[in-house]
């Protein structure tokens, strides 16, 4: 029995719906990039790094492959970069739309006094 795509693309940003699952994917849009590095920039527990990182690849938005002792993670295609890209502009017409209200309020609130 399939899913409808609704379902599925709603499953799809359930997974991306984690804070550090968003900042490893923005780290892996420069290149495949070592667990090690990960963690130098991403402030969480190790434990908690490896939950995400599992995550991630069990979904296949990602994938790894060991080099010696170091586990390397990647994108798994170019369209979650895309994605990431569309967010935020999509977040910066938001906002921007958000200063542009408030600034009519303040403006508003000065004319009424």
Do not use: W
């Not at 804070?19 to 991403?42: H, K, Y």
């Not at 170019?78 to 890209?85: F, H, I, K, N, T």
Request: proline share 4%; hydrophobic share 45%; net charge positive.
């Amino acid at each position: 029995m399939s899913i409808p795509l609704y379902q599925a693309k709603a499953e799809f940003f359930r997974m991306l719906g984690h804070p550090v699952r968003i900042r490893v994917l923005e780290i892996l849009q420069d290149g495949p990039t070592p667990v090690r590095a990960l963690r130098g920039r991403i402030e969480v527990e190790p434990a908690s790094l490896s939950q995400q990182l599992a995550v991630l690849r069990r979904s296949g938005i990602v994938t790894s492959r060991r080099n010696g002792t170091t586990v390397v993670y990647q994108l798994a295609c170019g369209d979650v970069a895309d994605l990431l890209r569309a967010a935020r502009a999509i977040l910066t017409e938001m906002l921007a739309g958000r200063h542009e209200l408030l600034a009519e309020l303040r403006a508003s609130e000065g004319a009424a006094t």
